[in-house]
């Protein structure tokens, strides 16, 4: 029940977050994403992968999130409507997933059978550097590599601070 909690909220936080236009609540909406994510990947897999992707994602946002509150001026925090809306989809999703899984008791014995250690043929961190995997990993490193030289980039063309400071 706790799993489909998470993934309720998730559902909820993902589709909510594409309302949201201010950047320290979008920061706040990724953060919350991330620590969901994390929990969920902490009841699957193991504890410190879920704490070690929880500390990379951190890490990366507030890197990311510097730049872009440096750039883009403040705006009045009005996010009255996007609440209501996080909790209309938030029940919308757990009505639908109680009302989907009420008469399927097998289904969840087979999910839960499915992520015991003990059926795991693996192990438990052999599954995070499957082959399949590798393909995502390099992906990603890629992505990070041309943002680190993006962003070198557009601090070298300035000559300094992305935000210019008038003093009066």
């Not at 706790?2 to 589709?15: C, N």
């Not at 003990?118 to 438990?124: F, Q």
């Not at 995997?133 to 070298?156: A, E, M, T």
Request: charged share 5%; hydrophobic share 60%.
């Amino acid at each position: 029940m706790s799993l489909l909690l998470m993934i309720s909220v998730g559902f909820s936080l993902s589709s909510v977050s594409m309302m949201v236009i201010q950047p320290l609540s979008l920061g706040f909406m990724l953060m919350n994403m991330v620590f969901i994510i994390s929990v969920l990947m902490s009841m699957i897999i193991f504890n410190w992968y879920g704490y070690l992707l929880f500390l990379v994602y951190v890490g990366g946002m507030l890197v990311m999130f510097m730049y872009v509150i440096s750039l883009i001026p403040n705006f009045i925090f009005l996010s009255g409507k996007v609440f209501i809306f996080f909790f209309l989809f938030f029940f919308s999703f757990m009505m639908m997933n109680f009302f989907m899984l009420k008469n399927s008791v097998d289904v969840v014995n087979k999910y839960m059978y499915m992520f015991s250690y003990d059926n795991m043929s693996m192990g438990g961190g052999a599954i995070i550097m499957m082959y399949d995997n590798f393909f995502c990993y390099l992906l990603l490193g890629f992505i990070l590599l041309f943002v680190l030289i993006s962003v070198v980039k557009i601090c070298y063309y300035c000559d300094g601070p992305l935000r210019v400071f008038k003093f009066k």
